[in-house]
T-cell receptor, first 114, second 113 residues
Framework: DAGVIQSPRHEVTEMGQEVTLRCKPISGHDYLFWYRQTMMRGLELLIY????????DSGMPEDRFSAKMPNASFSTLKIQPSEPRDSAVYFC????????????FGPGTRLTVT | QQQVKQSPQSLIVQKGGISIINCAYENTAFDYFPWYQQFPGKGPALLIA?????SEKKEGRFTISFNKSAKQFSLHIMDSQPGDSATYFC????????????FGGGTRVLVKP
């Protein structure tokens, strides 16, 4: 089992650029979550999907952020345009329906916006 | 609005000692309380979890104590080892709300040899 795969692991970009983060959930998991982790705000849920459908995006900070899940094995989180305050570690997690507590996190993408 | 408050932010314990991390919540609708462990450069990983109908759960050296009336729960790490040095997060969720996890602020634990 490869676990949740995220790419890139590190991203450095300039303010105003578009950033796309990618996630491959564990095969067979039907829930996918995007989190953001910062020192100031801790671990925040941005959005989650069930069976590729966005269920709750109330944590998405603003319209610059968007997320898609075109199929069961791939999701993207896009920031356009990026700002320095978006600098954080972004985690993707997945779980199987019926196993509510067993979220499996990926290794994260460290984003730095200069 | 922080719905789950965690303390302390950090703690240092000697090898063999007991690490205690506390969390408090306000929303009585929470019905699941997991703890996650995170090592530097890694994503959080589920450590142990409890439901509010149980007052204590133990798995190896890790124990969760739950006080429903006080709306508090805690993690005890017995016989702490240097390998336990990590950041620990408590969390809470509501089944009826899709089991979204609300995390506490985290506690950085350092176990000195």
């Amino acid at each position: 089992d490869a676990g949740v795969i995220q790419s890139p692991r590190h991203e450095v970009t300039e303010m105003g650029q578009e950033v796309t983060l990618r996630c491959k959930p564990i095969s067979g998991h039907d829930y996918l979550f995007w989190y953001r982790q910062t020192m100031m705000r801790g671990l925040e849920l941005l959005i989650y999907f069930n069976n590729n459908v966005p269920i709750d995006d109330s944590g998405m900070p603003e319209d610059r952020f968007s997320a898609k899940m075109p199929n069961a094995s791939f999701s993207t989180l896009k920031i356009q345009p990026s700002e320095p305050r978006d600098s954080a570690v972004y985690f993707c997690a997945s779980r199987r329906g019926g196993r509510a507590y067993e979220q499996y996190f990926g290794p994260g993408t460290r984003l730095t916006v200069t | 609005q922080q719905q789950v408050k965690q303390s302390p932010q950090s703690l240092i314990v000697q090898k063999g000692g007991i690490s205690i991390i506390n969390c408090a919540y306000e929303n009585t609708a929470f019905d699941y309380f997991p703890w996650y462990q995170q090592f530097p450069g890694k994503g959080p990983a589920l450590l142990i979890a409890i439901r509010p109908d149980v007052s204590e759960k133990k798995e190896g050296r890790f124990t969760i104590s739950f006080n429903k009336s006080a709306k508090q729960f805690s993690l005890h790490i017995m016989d702490s080892q240097p390998g336990d040095s990590a950041t620990y997060f408590c969390a809470a969720s509501i089944k009826a709300a899709g089991n979204k996890l609300t995390f506490g602020g985290g506690t950085r634990v350092l176990v000195k040899p």
